[in-house]
């Protein structure tokens, strides 16, 4: 029985001289894994060398205990959309799914069918006969997203798939990959719209120059980083005595006042500590609204492990 | 699926886009080029004899009579009025040599007997030469197709046509950015280039097999029926079937190596260069290096020899003339084995090839 995780043994990536990625270890569970860094930070290395397009200088890969350098077993049971636009030249959406089809090895009417399921599962089912060269930008990400879903695979990898779809397409692809993890199946996606991504993702990996930087569950990941002064916005009326009981705690880096008069923003280096300091101040009659943790998105935890901290 | 069930569907899947590419269109014309040459002639040589024959035709045994030394007039009188006669005089000079023997007058005739063209040469009113050629002489002409045959269509059209094809079966792909298609594919990289290699194969052997027939038919057709009749009855078969046999199997050679080129190599001018001259110094090589080339055997498999002008200067002649032929079943084993080499080699290749359209 095959391993139903991806793993990466000490991976390293170079093009020449160029750092793809370096020292790479991961063990990607089933569910919703989203990779996430800014252009150029590996992202696309990662999801090339898991399916192959490219091969690890040092390191060893598996995919549900297959090797990349096996594509007839590897494809069978993965599918990938890439960022690359291209088709085989001429190609409609209903060639490009088809023949990828036939290709796996499927009849000329099982490949017809799963075509037009998947099709019509990205909502293409009108523009279908059409060339895929004269489709939108959204459309070309539609049409990827149902080739890579067209075989029904265990696992799935998306490289942006949310770019340059519509908010309805949108929430219909979440969806998507929401049924598709359900099932115990991988969906391993990237992008570099973070707010995107910590709303649905089981996990989420964050690189940054080609080496992994944190990895896990949003708010595990948060955890981890002890050193890191988490911010919460404190809605209170009196705003200045708060503050000023706060600065007699020892854990406090930071007191601000929040914009147009929300509160206050707080910065403290010890959660539990602030837990219970606010447990003691809220027993000594001040009244606190509410306590809003404002970086536990990912993009704050980026910035800070990308950024060095503030 | 089976290995090769796939590899007859990549093969499929890529035949229309092989035949229909824009990128090598132009194959079309190398393969063509020789019909068109032919036709031509052909086409020529009936416009004339309906231009030259009828009226001013003349009969060829009174033509035969025609001998040096008789006069204008006399040839005239015997054979008649020539299709065209043109009389030119020489102009005096002051610098003259009184010695100086050239002739005052020269004229000119040319008569058609319905199958030779006869020039004749007069000099002041004598008749001194007399130059006969047949319009269509199937015996020259089947020289000239397989001088055209060896030189042209081998060397070159088959050559540049293969480049055409099968560089872009990888290479193409990658300027697409079209390559990862295939890679996602449940398909070995090997199955995926002998499918490709197929592919590029079936459209090459029919585009230029097809070629070779073609103007093969129109380098015979035009001649006299009984000629033509004569030589599909005796040795006519056999000739089409080598010429369309080596056609088809220069797509073979050239189309593994400019297939491995492809994934090889980023310009396809470079091995293009170093080919071309590898094939064209293998005449100075040694025997053991000369079976490293796919022109070599498919020169073997050529049913005529064309022989070279004896004026041709020697370096021209040594990189022209053919090494000693190999035999026929040896030539084809031979080529099938470099084939298979150069197709291993390219495997090899697709197992380490990346995409990284980026660095394309």
């Keep these: ?310 | 699926m089976t290995p090769l069930s796939q590899i007859w569907v990549i093969a499929k899947m890529e035949l229309g886009r092989v035949f229909f590419s824009r990128r090598s269109f132009w194959v079309y014309l190398l393969a063509l080029f020789p019909t068109v040459i032919f036709l031509g002639h052909a086409i020529d040589a009936q416009l004339k004899v309906k231009r030259w024959g009828g009226e001013r035709g003349v009969k060829a045994e009174l033509l035969d009579q025609a001998q040096s030394g008789m006069t204008d007039e006399q040839v005239l009188a015997l054979v008649g009025k020539p299709v065209t006669d043109q009389t030119r005089k020489r102009r005096a000079r002051r610098d003259d040599d009184p010695a100086d023997k050239q002739p005052e007058v020269r004229r000119y005739m040319m008569y058609f007997d319905g199958k030779r063209r006869v020039d004749l040469r007069f000099e002041d009113g004598k008749l001194v030469s007399r130059n006969a050629r047949v319009l269509m002489n199937f015996e020259d002409d089947r020289r000239v197709y397989a001088g055209m045959f060896q030189y042209f269509y081998l060397r070159l059209g088959i050559f540049f046509g293969c480049l055409g094809i099968f560089i872009n079966l990888f290479r193409g792909e990658m300027l697409d950015r079209s390559l990862h298609f295939w890679f996602l594919a449940p398909v070995k990289r090997e199955v995926l280039l002998l499918g490709k290699y197929l592919a590029g194969l079936i459209a090459a052997a029919v585009i230029f097999g097809g070629g070779a027939m073609l103007s093969f038919l129109a380098m015979v057709l035009p001649h006299d029926s009984v000629e033509v009749q004569t030589f599909w009855q005796t040795i006519g078969t056999e000739h089409a079937f080598w010429y369309a046999a080596a056609a088809a199997l220069g797509c073979v050679g050239y189309g593994s190596v400019f297939l491995a080129s492809g994934l090889l190599l980023r310009n396809p001018i470079i091995p293009a260069i170093v080919i071309l001259v590898w094939e064209s110094i293998n005449g100075f090589l040694p025997d053991v290096m000369q079976k490293l080339s796919v022109l070599h055997y498919l020169q073997s498999l050529c049913p005529v020899p064309v022989p070279l002008p004896t004026e041709m200067p020697a370096v021209l002649k040594m990189l022209l003339a053919p090494a000693a032929p190999t035999a026929v079943w040896i030539s084809v084993a031979g080529l099938l084995t470099l084939t298979g080499l150069v197709l291993f080699a390219a495997m090899q290749a697709a197992r380490r090839l990346e995409i990284n359209y980026g660095a394309e």
């Design chain 1, 1 to 310: 029985m095959s391993t139903p995780e991806i793993v990466f043994d000490n991976v390293s990536k170079f093009y020449g001289e160029v750092l793809g990625v370096n020292r790479v270890d991961l063990h990607i569970p089933p569910g919703i894994t989203s990779l996430v860094g800014p252009n150029g930070s590996g992202k696309t290395t990662l999801m090339n060398l898991m399916t192959g397009l490219v091969h690890p200088n040092a390191g060893v890969i598996q995919v549900r205990g297959i090797s990349p350098f096996a594509p007839e077993k590897l494809m069978k049971i993965l599918g990938y959309a890439t960022q690359y636009d291209a088709g085989p030249r001429g190609a409609t959406g209903f060639d490009f799914i088809n023949s990828g089809l036939l290709l796996h090895g499927f009849s000329t009417a099982e490949a017809e069918k799963r075509t037009w399921q998947a099709i019509e599962r990205v909502g293409l089912t009108a523009a279908a006969k059409r060339k895929v060269a004269g489709y939108s930008k959204g459309m070309r990400q539609r049409i990827r997203l149902a080739q890579s879903i067209a075989h029904d695979p265990l696992v799935l990898i998306l490289d942006e798939p949310l770019n340059g779809l519509d908010p309805l397409v949108r929430a219909e692809t979440i969806a998507l990959f929401r049924e598709y993890a359900a099932g115990g199946r991988h969906v391993v996606l990237s992008s570099h719209v973070l707010q995107e991504v910590d709303v649905f993702s089981d996990q989420v990996i964050l690189i940054a120059n080609g080496m992994i930087v944190a990895e896990g569950q949003i708010k595990s990941v948060r955890e981890e980083i002890h050193e890191h002064p988490s911010q919460y916005l404190l809605h209170c009326k009196e705003a200045s005595r708060v503050a000023s009981l706060l600065f007699a705690e020892t854990h406090i880096s930071e007191i601000r006042l929040a914009p147009e008069g929300q509160g206050l923003l707080v910065l403290t280096r010890n959660r539990e500590a602030f837990a219970t300091a606010l447990e003691r101040i809220a027993l000594s009659g001040i009244d606190i609204d509410g306590v809003i943790p404002t970086d536990e998105n990912v993009d704050a935890l980026y910035e800070y492990l990308i950024g060095g901290g503030r």
